[in-house]
């Protein structure tokens, strides 16, 4: 059983509920995910049964009100989840962290009273999957420059365009398009099945294999107007999206850190060479102790984090910091922790490979590490490096 990485006593921050929900997602990662990874990673699925049981559970939304299906719990609940989800793989977390952050949060937000009672409590169950497309193939760090265009008709839009790279686009039964239309950009719900609308699953990923990652692509797909997510126009819209999912990322990355350093650190134990475990040897041990100083740093970064969002005080320039910061770390612990395993590192019996790979789709998604520098770099400076 994984007993967690907590040099610094953060739990000890935590009320008792925060504890026992952590320890109930890592139960769950034990019992019900790191059975069936390998399998997955293997033949590059995502473990649909899952699921229901992660919205039974209530990992699905963790911020949704009751009312609508959720647990109504907080920002740093989520945080948690999101960690304790991702030291299984980082595919299962993404699940979540679309369905919650990305498709949950724009209905609950800006979605009728209809879309919110039609969609969120079926989301929250796990009965419905949704989906997020912002990216396009010529436009991903740049949205705004997107092509994907809605026609306003009598009673709809005509959506056309393609989304790509999009995480559960082929198993999704709602997409949450962002689209051009003569009143600025809007969001739209795009149903499977609606005509004119298709998915295809990209294959050949290196990373992120136990994910269902999609081309979406809109012919003269008409969408109508109770489709349309109603309060909401701008880019700020697809922005406060992907800055709920951010915060859920900072979180997330240290659960596969955690994961790997766990790996690393018991291995070094066992693993003899020059008749003594390489444990013994300093360069191993200063290993170990980078990743569990850059670890204790992203935990005690997502503890104050977590607070500031529950307080309202948390802004995206912080969530940012923190992205940046976490996911750049966490990648060079899973490498770091592949060279302690030796060549048992590159195969997928052992974690770090797998954790290492996924990471470098967490590096460049939900906005690149350069981005990010980008947007920490104008809010010290007061100059925009962007335009
Ligand atoms: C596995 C996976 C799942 C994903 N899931 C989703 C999803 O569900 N929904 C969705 O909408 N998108 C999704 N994405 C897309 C992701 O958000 C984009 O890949 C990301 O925004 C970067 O866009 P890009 O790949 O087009 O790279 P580009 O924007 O072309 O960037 C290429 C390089 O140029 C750098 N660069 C760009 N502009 C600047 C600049 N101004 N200054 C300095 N450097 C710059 C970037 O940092 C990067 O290093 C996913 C991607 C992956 C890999």
């Known amino acids: 059983m994984f007993l967690g990485v907590d040099y610094y006593r953060i739990a000890d921050l935590l009320s008792e509920d925060e504890r026992m929900i952590q320890q109930t997602v890592r139960e769950f990662v034990d019992e019900q995910f790191m059975p069936v990874i390998q399998k997955h990673h293997r033949e590059s699925t995502f473990p649909m049964e899952i699921i229901p049981k992660l919205g039974a559970l209530g990992f699905l939304g963790v911020t949704v009100p009751e009312e609508f299906g959720g647990p109504g719990l907080s920002n740093l609940v989520y945080g948690i989840v999101m960690q304790e989800l991702e030291r299984g793989d980082t595919g299962l977390r993404s699940f979540a962290s679309v369905q919650g952050s990305l498709v949950m949060f724009p209905i609950k937000a800006y979605g009728s009273p209809e879309q919110k009672k039609q969609w969120l409590p079926k989301l929250a169950s796990g009965e419905k999957i949704g989906c997020f497309g912002l990216t396009e193939p010529d436009f991903g760090s740049n949205p705004g420059g ?52 298709t998915a295809s699953k990209l294959d050949g990923k290196f990373s992120l294999r136990a994910s269902d990652t999609a081309e979406l692509s809109f012919q003269d797909c008409f969408v109508p107007e109770e489709n349309r997510l109603p309060n909401i126009r701008g880019l700020k819209g697809p922005l406060s999206c992907l800055n709920e999912a951010r915060f859920g990322i900072a979180w ?42 850059e670890i204790t740093k992203a935990q005690l970064l997502n503890y104050q984090l977590g607070r500031m969002k529950d307080e309202g005080k948390a802004k995206h320039y912080h969530v940012s910091l923190a992205k940046r910061n976490n996911v750049n770390n966490a990648l060079k612990i899973a490498r770091s922790a592949r060279t302690i395993l030796g060549a048992n590192g590159i195969s997928d019996e052992y974690q770090a490979m797998r954790h290492a790979m996924n990471l470098e789709s967490v590096l460049t998604y939900e906005g690149t590490h350069e981005i990010h520098t980008l947007i920490v770099g104008e809010n010290i400076t007061g100059e925009s490096a962007f335009k």
């Open 252 to 293: 997330g990355v240290v659960g596969a850190a955690m994961a790997c350093y766990d790996e690393a650190l018991s291995y070094s134990k066992n693993r003899i060479q020059f008749n003594r475990p390489i444990a013994g040897f300093q360069l191993t041990q200063e290993k170990l102790v980078e990743m569990v100083t």
């Open 146 to 197: 997107m092509l994907t265009n809605a026609k306003k008709t009598t009673d709809g839009w005509l959506l056309n365009g393609a989304k790509m790279w999009i995480t559960n686009g082929s198993i999704a039964d709602v997409a949450v398009i962002w689209a051009r239309t003569d009143e600025g950009v809007n969001g739209f719900l795009v149903e499977k099945g609606m005509p004119g609308f």
